[in-house]
């Protein structure tokens, strides 16, 4: 008789169907998660001490989570509001104190807000306020300096703003007449006396230019500026030109380079930084205590 029992026994333990947890398996395999959670759910309702049904309701919880988490930063970062939100939401539903969910919603409420910030600068920039568009843009940049949209627009601005204080300083329309010139092993001093006499440009050599050095030059139909060029170069020298008739000669070494180099003069908007660490950063940069 009791062999009787044991064989029905196993006969329907056999024959029993799928489990709570088969099920939810299945329609997680199938791309319903939501639905797989809401069977385990509501499975561990019924019977809260199932802990094989507890334990697989934690699992997919924590895979889906981590999915909907995913998506939904990829579409806040493409500005698809809606549905990174609807994301969180969903992940806040199923995990109520979930802190990324959170932070993903506190941070699309602040991209909106930055995205209308944008927008209001963007329409200053195109009226020409630019100072009032930089004011706007500000705060942007303060909380989200990586804010795409606003480094553009800051750039723009900064163009329109800054712009680099240069004297371009231009020779005499003399040195574009037409000269045919030919001279061989002559000092470097010649040259420059036979240009000076074609142009009218007065030559000043530096103290370290070998002005008896030997050289030779050869054009034919070039202007009188090709033929300083050619000068220069050929002789390892550089230029700077004073005035519209003067011209400053010097050795093409770094030093002089250095030395005698056009400065510029350039004015930047700290809209996003502390004025002190920024004076601090370039003084050890620059290695230098005029800051």
Known sequence: MRCLAALAFLFVVGCAGPTVVDEARKQFNDGNGDEALALL????????????????????????????????????????????????????????????????????????RHRALVATAEQLVKAGKYREAQDVLRPVLTENPQQRDARRLQRTIDDKLVKPVIVTVQLRPSILKPISI????????????????????????????????????????????DAIRMALLTNQLEQKILNENTVFVFPNTPQKLREYQELVVKGFYLANADVKQTANMIRTLVKTRDV
Do not use: C
Not at 57 to 67: D, N, S, T
Not at 74 to 92: F, I, N, T
């Open 182 to 225: 030919e001279l061989r092993d002559v000092t470097v001093r010649n040259v420059f006396e036979v240009l000076q006499r074609a142009s009218g440009i007065n030559f000043v050599f530096d103290r370290d230019v070998r002005t008896d050095q030997r050289t030779s030059i050869a054009l034919r139909d070039a202007t009188i500026e």
């Open 41 to 112: 759910q509501q499975a561990a309702k019924q019977n809260p001490n199932d802990l094989a049904v507890r334990g697989e309701y934690f699992r997919l919880r924590e895979l889906m989570v981590a999915q909907w988490l995913a998506q939904a930063e990829v579409l806040r970062q493409a500005g698809q509001y809606e549905g990174a939100e609807a994301l969180y939401r969903r992940v806040q539903a199923h995990d109520a104190s979930n802190s990324r969910a959170a932070a993903g919603l506190a941070q699309i409420e602040a991209d909106r």
